[in-house]
């Protein structure tokens, strides 16, 4: 059973576009949702997080907007550049869960 | 640097082979974690260890033991290897998870053939 859904599996953005990748969690006691960002031979690395209490975090150019009521997430990337491109995966803690439940990621292309 | 290290980087193992995946964190966290990464499967939880001494069972446990050798090193175990475990090994470790986040290792890439 998968909890955290996670789309697109790939998306190819331009140089400057906004970059939108969306999540939908199915445990309402998840509280904690943390989006990674992973390049090719690497482990994945926090990117930016946000809990249910709020609706919107900013840091940079990354954004994190939350629908508690639609138990949907999503991760928008502004000014896209080529070193963006990686493979991001959205996750969700708590409710008693063993350890984080990560989306199945998407890959994201910046074409220059 | 500080953070999670993960040996070996790489390893082949014929079916029924036997092998430690070692992984050490200098962070002082309590909490290590062994996740698989499996291409479209994202990343998916197989034993995970709250504190030194403790250690507990995630989604995918079948065929991989685990132990939580002090606070700093928690490895890795696969008795009889089967290609299915075929995969990239993540280790990582946490405190505070809500606030901080975990902290992953770069991987080890096996190949069970």
């Known amino acids: 059973q998968q909890q955290v859904k996670q789309s697109p599996q790939s998306l190819i953005v331009q140089k400057g576009g906004i970059s939108i990748i969306n999540c939908a969690y199915e445990?309402?006691?998840?509280?904690?949702f943390p989006w990674y960002q992973q390049f090719p031979g690497k482990g994945p690395a926090l990117l930016i997080a946000i809990r249910p209490d709020v609706s919107e975090k900013k840091e940079g150019r990354f954004t994190i907007s939350f629908n508690k009521s639609a138990k949907q997430f999503s991760l928008h990337i502004m000014d896209s550049q080529p070193g963006d491109s990686a493979t991001y995966f959205c996750a969700a803690l708590g409710g008693g869960a063993d350890g984080l439940t990560f989306g199945k990621g998407t890959h994201l292309i910046i074409q220059p | 640097n500080a953070g999670v290290t993960q040996t070996p980087k790489f390893q082949v193992l014929k079916t029924g082979q036997s092998m430690t995946l070692q992984c050490a964190q200098d962070m002082n966290h309590n909490s290590m974690y062994w996740y698989r990464q499996d291409p479209g499967m994202g990343l998916r939880l197989i034993y995970y260890s709250a504190s030194e001494g403790t250690t507990d069972k995630g989604e995918v446990p079948n065929g991989y033991n685990v132990s939580r050798l002090n606070k700093r090193e928690f490895s890795l175990r696969l008795e009889s290897a089967a290609p299915s475990q075929t995969s990239v090994y993540f280790c990582?470790?946490?405190?505070?998870?809500?606030?901080?986040?975990?902290?992953f290792g770069s991987g080890t890439r096996l190949t069970v053939v």
């Open positions: 445990n309402t006691a998840f509280d904690y």
């Open positions: 990582a470790s946490s405190e505070a998870r809500q606030i901080y986040g975990y902290t």
